[in-house]
């Protein structure tokens, strides 16, 4: 069982930065993948960005490749994601991840992720 819980959401100017983060609970944090989903108001939710429980491999969705950065601290049990350049369309509850298989994070297949966390709104101002 791992419990997901994130932080660091807020209101931002478009051009501004934020870091979200994500702590998870569990001894197994370190052979899991991390994600970042975010939802939009009306909209689907959407992949991100993830990470590979080797802290190396990431995958980016296109619309944020180069803005936002994913990292993971599996001492701590920790995953962030970096979000530069913000513009208003990342206005966005975004959720935290968490399942075994990368593939299954990276193509975005929201209904076979093993865990969620409960969400942290992102708006961001023009």
């Known amino acids: 069982q791992v419990q997901l819980v994130e932080s660091g959401g807020g209101l931002v100017q478009a051009g501004g930065s934020l870091r979200l983060s994500c702590a998870a609970s569990g001894r197994t944090f370190s052979r899991y993948t991390m994600g970042w989903f975010r939802q939009a108001p009306g909209k689907e939710r959407e992949f991100v960005a993830a990470?590979?429980?080797?802290?190396?491999?990431?995958y980016y969705a296109d619309s944020v490749k180069g803005r936002f950065t994913i990292s993971r601290d599996n001492a701590k049990n920790t995953v962030s994601l970096q979000m530069n350049s913000l513009k208003p369309e990342h206005t966005a509850v975004y959720y935290c991840a968490a399942d075994r298989t990368f593939s299954t994070v990276v193509t975005g297949r929201t209904r076979d992720v093993d865990y969620w966390g409960k969400g942290t709104l992102v708006t961001v101002s023009s």
């Open positions: 990470i590979h429980w080797n802290g190396v491999n990431t």
